[in-house]
């Protein structure tokens, strides 16, 4: 598959190496098309690699990936354009981190909104999923790195979407994706991270994840 | 030992039961000491239960649980009494579930605030803890109700009332507590609450709980 992804962060290439490591065809996308930082990813990753603006990265993609900082999500998503993501699925692994208040961080959207719903609604055409947000980058593509049972969560209100999303979930490894049902859910999967940063301070780790026990 | 519940809710209710079956002599406070729901409860519970008003309560305990509303619990606490309070631990499990625009409901202070820390605000002679806020009732007292390992959360600035509290837990049956350090991270454990409230309606049951798999 060819899949587009925004954003040259440890998200983006941890994702996007992962991607071509299965075969697809990924195009890094950058705010500039000459990023050193996207160009030494593409010589790292491989023939299947490529890299651009984020226009580009959308155009090319059958699957866009949302891995820009949440605080610039809107903004890189109206740089990549409305007609290169119309009828697309676009997974959102964004979080709406501020850090500009110091330690911790807090979300610059919650509770009765969410960054997931904000970018729904600014691209009716394109169908959002938020999905991998609950987790490190590494987890998220490797969810062996954590032992025992743990669990992957998705939203979106295209149902169809959210099964293209599950199966390339499944293809890296995650074989429990629990769908909390339409894109309002991302309320509650980006509130998540506030006691996600207190657990990793106090397990001394990123490398975990929720695992929702139930019979 | 004797112990004051703030609120007489299914909550209060539930986890007054468990500490008179577990040998503790409690006091169900509500807003008035004629209440027909405390008084009911007392004729259930037995000859270790009784009721009367906050205030009552929590002069009667040695550690406190406020199971009240959380649009409520610094009201309820206030009529319980500062004085009342003082010294004790007082054991948090409200949560700020805000139902006035309808469902689902949107906490009434999140992301740089949280009820747990205005609790201590209000009361900084008290050693608040905030705990069992984030499952149901039934699963607080009898956490083998869900199967598999699965975490109790907790939190506060007082080490020694949260030692206090971890002994208490155990004595439910909670074999993994997790101290997330001081009461500012209560805004993580209360805004679980909006995932917690998608996955109830994804899994068709409120009995299941967080676990957090890691290595």
Redesign the interface.
């Known amino acids: 598959m060819r899949i587009g992804i925004l954003g040259t962060g440890v998200v983006g290439q941890t994702i996007g190496t992962r991607l071509v490591q299965l075969g697809h065809d990924v195009k890094l996308g950058a705010r500039s098309a000459t990023s050193d930082k996207a160009a030494k990813w593409v010589s790292d990753a491989g023939t299947h690699a490529s890299h651009g603006t984020f226009a580009d990265a959308a155009a090319f993609g059958e699957i866009v990936f949302n891995c820009t900082g949440g605080m610039v999500s809107l903004d890189a998503l109206k740089a990549a354009g409305a007609d290169n993501l119309r009828g697309k699925t676009l997974v959102d692994v964004a979080n709406p981190l501020d850090f500009s208040h110091g330690m911790p961080p807090?979300?610059s959207v919650?509770?009765?909104d969410s960054l997931g719903e904000q970018i729904q609604g600014a691209f009716p055409d394109a169908k959002v999923v938020k999905a991998l947000n609950t987790m490190n980058a590494q987890v998220m593509v490797n969810p062996s790195l954590?032992?025992?049972?743990?669990d992957v969560?998705i939203?979106g209100n295209d149902t169809e979407a959210k099964a293209r999303v599950t199966e390339l979930l499944r293809s890296f490894g995650w074989r429990s994706v629990?769908?909390?049902?339409d894109i309002s859910?991302a309320?509650?999967?980006e509130?998540?991270l506030?006691?996600?940063?207190?657990?990793m301070?106090?397990?001394k780790?990123p490398?975990?994840?929720?695992?929702?026990?139930?019979?």
Chains 1, 2 share one sequence.
């Open positions: 807090t979300l919650c509770n009765t954590v032992p025992d049972d743990h969560f939203c629990i769908n909390l049902g859910a309320r509650g999967m509130m998540i506030p006691i996600w940063l207190r657990l301070g106090a397990l780790t490398t975990f994840n929720f695992h929702i026990a139930h019979s």
